[in-house]
């Protein structure tokens, strides 16, 4: 079989240089942040998420959400926050379902008027960079499918995780990058086992 031109000067080019392999990425470590200004309603969220996902290894302390105002007039003042971890490993391929999964909880525990009440980010820690699912697109996110794009918003860099120009405010305090640096050493213990 004879190969069109374009395919033989590529195969010439590629010739004695090393080409990648496809490889399946390694599992990664389901982080889902909340916030609300219910604090009852984390427990509620939390046993929906465990029948998903199975048992959580992290708890954050609670945290206040004030870094920004942006979510005030949807969800009112006094919010705090919260991070779990979830001891079963995913695939990153995952993510978009997940997002989707965690935005019609939001609605089951929203109110009559179909308002939130609680706000569920879901994410993936995986040993370079946390990953984050959103369904607002920008230039530094990149699509998933059925409407959810992922944003590296931190990376792991000399030992604990650091910020982008982008990160937002909240993940970028001592606070938030401890816990994530937290349940890094647990997933990087469980990736050894």
């Given amino acids: 079989m004879k190969l069109p031109n374009e395919v033989r000067l590529i195969l010439r080019e590629e010739k004695g240089r090393r080409v990648g392999k496809v490889k399946e990425h390694r599992p990664v470590k389901l982080v889902i942040g909340m916030f609300t200004n219910r604090p009852e309603l984390f427990q509620g969220a939390l046993r929906a998420l465990k029948k998903r996902f199975g048992p959580v290894d992290y708890e954050s302390p609670l ?15 006094d919010l705090e926050r919260k991070f779990y971890s979830f001891k079963r ?5 995952e993510l978009p379902r997940i997002k989707i999964l965690t ?24 040993p370079a960079k946390l990953v984050l699912a959103t369904t607002k697109d920008y230039q530094h996110r990149i699509y998933y499918e059925k409407g959810i794009y992922g944003e590296v918003t931190l990376r792991y860099k000399k030992g604990s995780f650091t910020p982008w120009e982008w990160t937002y405010p909240d993940y970028r305090t001592k606070e ?13 213990e469980q990736l050894r086992q």
């Fill in 63 to 77: 945290l206040p959400f004030d870094r920004t105002d942006y979510y005030e007039e949807e969800f009112g003042k």
């Fill in 89 to 93: 490993l995913i695939k990153a391929e």
């Fill in 103 to 126: 935005n019609n909880l939001e609605k089951r525990f929203g109110d009559k008027r179909g308002n939130r009440l609680i706000n569920l980010d879901p994410g993936y820690l995986a």
């Fill in 176 to 188: 938030y990058i401890k816990i994530f640096n937290h349940i890094r050493k647990i997933y990087m």
